[in-house]
């Protein structure tokens, strides 16, 4: 495909980077460290940290990761935390020893979990200990030898660390009883040497993060994503914003979790890279305290899903804050809808900025340009030194206006997915990536998605597999069949409906919900349950779910 859109790039955009700038991911970060060691890095529950105290709080994780749990170069260690300040100074301080980062999401049921630390081979987990008894209930099953726990106040220091602690456990009741072998305190690791830190020999072939994301075939995987994939990601990121961000002098929101690729590369890495201050929101289901905390902050980028700016312009006070330094605002994740980036640009002055990515890229694909007057609808250009082809069910290229799956080349390009060559041979052919999301393209390069080949359900910008919902469902003794797809929603995008046909006449909807609950992930179980006499088949037997979708 001809590079029509370079002709669109906005004035001062390079048509390619050097994705070799840096040797490693820690080179970005320990630049950074260097160069802007007296400014605010993360700030969290009212606890600021600057680049120098990140800089040794991360050593000494890499130290005692290095030397107490003697972990080798490439060892895997899995994360299961929300945004608190602990979070950064673990990815960084795992990825500072050697180590490969196992991003976990914290909500995930005994199931879930237990599948990830055995796929990931994970040997260690830094986890929160509002979750510890999730772990407890599958570490049997696991080859982690290796614990260390983390309460919500631990980074705040004084007194009240203790009263937060004690608050979340004892008053809000937060914190279920665990009962795990030896676990170690993260503050026991703050306290590591980090005289005896050895910094590893990384280079960008190596293994940086198992970034885990769902199929329709079969459960989640783990997407590898080298150091390479990250800095070739981190330039492109800075080839479309460079003229947009200011170095030193950034606050972003930070209300993804940290854990998802989106705002691990957009926020975290990105305005580190930068010299910014992230701002790390915990909660941001709790609307009127995000809210709040958005208003002692003169913040000038915030990055969400569409259900995050909906939420928040919904939200008594939002429109009195002060947006007269908010100069980006960008939404992933899920497609952005046209009312809520139409009342965010009037209510903040802000665009609402679009931009398309996989976990399997690292993620940034494309990005809106910077000069675009207002939404218009697209997923915007492709970023510096990548190429898109839509290509046809019979292999050849479509024509402009022609609606074809999205394969994407560059340097964010994933090596594959981990332990898994059979599913990385399904999408990964000659450096392309199949997507299995369906676009178009304009005259001036903007891409449109249209539809999604794969039959992948977007809840609030998590993706959620039609495979794994079934897979629970069919667990249930009451259940003959089941088939799950997704059905548009206003607020979420789409949500989760489950058609079964039963084995047990007495089943109800609120038994399917309550198993699925016991099982899944909230923002996986469905919403609705339709019991059906059949399920629409192909002639070798194959559940029909699009025909349920139409």
């Given at each position: 495909?001809?590079?029509?859109?370079?002709?669109?790039?906005?004035?001062?955009?390079?048509?390619?980077?050097?994705?070799?700038?840096y040797?490693?991911?820690?080179?970005?970060?320990?630049?950074?460290?260097?160069?802007?060691?007296?400014?605010?890095?993360?700030?969290?529950?009212?606890?600021?940290?600057?680049?120098?105290?990140?800089?040794?709080?991360?050593?000494?994780?890499?130290?005692?990761?290095?030397?107490?749990?003697?972990?080798?170069?490439?060892?895997?260690?899995?994360?299961?935390?929300?945004?608190?300040?602990?979070?950064?100074?673990?990815?960084?301080?795992?990825?500072?020893?050697?180590?490969?980062?196992?991003?976990?999401?914290?909500?995930y049921?005994?199931?879930?979990?237990?599948?990830?630390?055995?796929?990931?081979?994970?040997?260690?987990?830094?986890?929160?200990?509002?979750?510890?008894?999730?772990?407890?209930?599958?570490?049997?099953?696991?080859?982690?030898?290796?614990?260390?726990?983390?309460?919500?106040?631990?980074?705040?220091?004084?007194?009240?660390?203790?009263?937060?602690?004690?608050?979340?456990?004892?008053?809000?009741?937060?914190?279920?009883?665990?009962?795990?072998?030896?676990?170690?305190k993260?503050?026991?690791?703050?306290?590591?040497?980090?005289?005896?830190?050895?910094?590893?020999?990384?280079n960008?072939?190596?293994?940086?993060?198992?970034?885990?994301?769902?199929?329709?075939?079969?459960?989640?995987?783990?997407?590898?994503?080298?150091?390479?994939?990250?800095?070739?990601?981190?330039?492109?990121?800075?080839?479309?914003?460079?003229?947009?961000l200011?170095?030193?002098?950034e606050?972003?929101?930070?209300?993804?979790?940290?854990?998802?690729?989106?705002?691990?590369?957009?926020?975290?890495?990105?305005?580190?890279?930068?010299?910014?201050?992230?701002?790390?929101?915990t909660?941001?289901?709790?609307?009127?305290?995000?809210?709040?905390?958005?208003?002692?902050?003169?913040?000038?980028?915030?990055?969400?899903?569409?259900?995050?700016?909906n939420?928040?312009?919904?939200?008594?006070?939002?429109?009195?804050?002060?947006?007269?330094?908010?100069?980006?605002?960008?939404?992933?994740?899920?497609?952005?809808?046209?009312?809520?980036?139409?009342?965010?640009?009037?209510?903040?002055?802000?665009?609402?900025?679009?931009?398309?990515?996989?976990?399997?890229?690292?993620?940034?694909?494309?990005?809106?340009?910077?000069?675009?007057?207002?939404?218009?609808?697209s997923?915007?250009?492709?970023?510096?030194?990548?190429?898109?082809?839509?290509?046809?069910?019979?292999?050849?290229?479509?024509?402009?206006?022609?609606?074809?799956?999205?394969?994407?080349?560059?340097?964010?390009?994933?090596?594959?997915y981990?332990?898994?060559?059979?599913?990385?041979?399904?999408?990964?052919?000659?450096?392309?990536?199949?997507?299995?999301?369906?676009?178009?393209?304009?005259?001036?390069?903007?891409?449109?998605?249209?539809?999604?080949?794969?039959?992948?359900?977007?809840?609030?910008?998590?993706?959620?597999?039609?495979?794994?919902?079934?897979?629970?469902?069919?667990?249930?003794?009451?259940v003959?069949?089941?088939?799950?797809?997704?059905?548009?929603?206003?607020?979420?995008g789409?949500?989760?409906?489950?058609?079964?046909?039963?084995?047990?006449?007495?089943?109800?909807?609120?038994?399917?919900?309550?198993?699925?609950?016991?099982?899944?992930?909230?923002?996986?179980?469905?919403?609705?349950?339709?019991?059906?006499?059949?399920?629409?088949?192909?002639?070798?037997?194959?559940?029909?779910?699009?025909?349920?979708?139409?």
């Open positions: 495909m001809e590079k029509i859109w370079l002709k669109r790039y906005p004035e001062g955009m390079p048509e390619t980077i050097d994705p070799e700038h040797n490693s991911l820690l080179e970005v970060f320990e630049k950074s460290f260097s160069d802007y060691k007296d400014l605010p890095a993360f700030t969290n529950m009212g606890k600021t940290l600057s680049y120098d105290e990140i800089d040794t709080a991360t050593k000494r994780v890499a130290s005692y990761i290095q030397n107490d749990l003697g972990l080798k170069k490439g060892a895997k260690v899995a994360v299961m935390m929300p945004n608190l300040l602990q979070t950064p100074i673990t990815i960084l301080g795992v990825l500072r020893a050697g180590c490969v980062v196992v991003n976990v999401n914290p909500l049921t005994v199931r879930e979990l237990e599948h990830q630390l055995n796929d990931s081979e994970s040997e260690a987990i830094f986890i929160l200990a509002n979750f510890a008894d999730t772990l407890e209930k599958c570490l049997h099953k696991t080859n982690v030898k290796h614990i260390v726990v983390t309460q919500v106040g631990d980074m705040v220091g004084g007194l009240k660390k203790h009263i937060v602690n004690l608050v979340v456990k004892h008053v809000k009741k937060m914190v279920p009883a665990y009962n795990l072998p030896n676990p170690i993260f503050s026991q690791v703050l306290k590591g040497d980090e005289s005896r830190y050895t910094k590893p020999d990384v960008l072939t190596d293994l940086a993060f198992l970034q885990y994301t769902g199929g329709t075939t079969g459960v989640s995987k783990g997407a590898m994503l080298s150091h390479g994939n990250m800095v070739g990601n981190l330039e492109q990121v800075s080839g479309c914003l460079d003229k947009v200011t170095r030193g002098q606050v972003v929101v930070t209300a993804l979790p940290l854990y998802h690729i989106f705002a691990l590369t957009a926020n975290c890495l990105t305005f580190m890279k930068y010299g910014g201050l992230n701002l790390l929101i909660n941001p289901r709790d609307m009127p305290g995000f809210v709040k905390e958005l208003s002692q902050h003169k913040f000038t980028a915030i990055t969400g899903v569409n259900t995050l700016f939420g928040l312009l919904n939200t008594p006070g939002f429109s009195d804050l002060d947006f007269s330094h908010l100069k980006m605002s960008l939404g992933g994740g899920m497609a952005v809808q046209r009312p809520v980036a139409e009342k965010w640009q009037k209510v903040t002055n802000s665009k609402l900025m679009e931009g398309y990515g996989l976990t399997e890229c690292a993620p940034l694909v494309t990005i809106s340009p910077y000069d675009l007057d207002a939404y218009n609808g997923i915007g250009l492709p970023a510096p030194s990548t190429e898109l082809k839509l290509v046809l069910d019979n292999g050849e290229e479509a024509a402009k206006g022609e609606p074809g799956e999205l394969w994407v080349k560059g340097p964010q390009v994933m090596l594959g981990y332990n898994r060559p059979d599913a990385t041979a399904e999408c990964l052919k000659d450096g392309w990536f199949a997507t299995g999301d369906i676009a178009t393209y304009d005259d001036e390069g903007f891409f449109y998605i249209v539809d999604r080949k794969k039959d992948m359900i977007i809840v609030s910008g998590f993706n959620v597999f039609p495979n794994e919902i079934e897979e629970v469902v069919a667990m249930h003794e009451g003959l069949e089941c088939a799950a797809i997704g059905i548009p929603h206003d607020i979420s789409e949500q989760v409906k489950v058609f079964i046909v039963k084995k047990d006449p007495s089943l109800t909807e609120k038994d399917i919900i309550k198993h699925c609950r016991d099982n899944l992930t909230n923002y996986k179980v469905p919403k609705l349950v339709e019991f059906k006499d059949e399920l629409p088949k192909t002639n070798v037997g194959k559940i029909l779910r699009r025909a349920l979708k139409d």
